[in-house]
């Protein structure tokens, strides 16, 4: 019998392969958006269950990955210089981030590493930005998507991290990751 995050993961990935045959469909983007909210799903709840510093440092290095190249795929599909410019700000944060952890986990010999590749569920989310038609309001949508889980991962490893210097990256990068989703949140909406 499937745990719960084995369902959940078959869910996904059923959605995932019903994908590609699916964006031929009208109303692809509305799919996109019901794909999004499904792995979002996935991804809140697995943010919520990481208090390991292994699993925290993988979970934080794949969400930065995955925020520098969606940027990247921002700055090749995106029209809007709003956007582009919080694209820019987003991985240059995303980059900070992984470059000011790196130096923890370096100085205080943390036996934690780095994730070297991003995750099937976000290389798929990055695969829907190449595609998607209605690309601002995905992107915008998914950052949202991806500052709410790490903020999760972020609130729930310092509340119960056991390494204090990496306790304390994360809750100086939570204050961050609220002022960043207060922008995109605000940007979504127009503003």
Do not use: W
Not at 2 to 26: E, M, Q, R, T, V
Not at 121 to 135: H, Q, S, V
Request: proline fraction near 3%; hydrophobic fraction near 40%; charge should be positive.
């Amino acid at each position: 019998m499937l745990g719960n995050k084995g369902s959940i993961f078959c869910l996904l990935a059923g959605l995932a392969l019903a994908g590609p045959a699916a964006a031929a469909l009208p109303g692809r983007d509305t799919l996109n958006a019901v794909k999004d909210a499904a792995t979002g799903t996935f991804g809140k709840l697995n943010a919520e269950i990481t208090t390991g510093t292994r699993s925290f440092v993988a979970e934080s290095t794949t969400n930065n990955r995955y925020v520098i190249e969606a940027a990247r795929v921002a700055r090749q599909r995106g029209a809007s210089p709003r956007v582009l410019a919080l694209a820019d700000v987003l991985s240059g944060d995303a980059r900070t981030s992984r470059s000011e952890l790196q130096g923890i986990l370096h100085n205080y010999n943390v036996d934690a590493r780095p994730a070297a590749t991003l995750d099937f569920r976000r290389r798929g989310m990055i695969n829907e930005l190449n595609d998607t038609p209605a690309f601002e309001r995905r992107y915008l949508a998914q950052q949202i998507l991806a500052k709410s889980e790490e903020r999760i991962l972020l609130r729930r490893y310092a509340g119960s991290g056991k390494i204090v210097a990496v306790k304390q990256f994360a809750e100086r990068r939570l204050r961050r990751v609220d002022e960043l989703l207060s922008r995109l949140r605000r940007l979504q909406r127009g503003g």
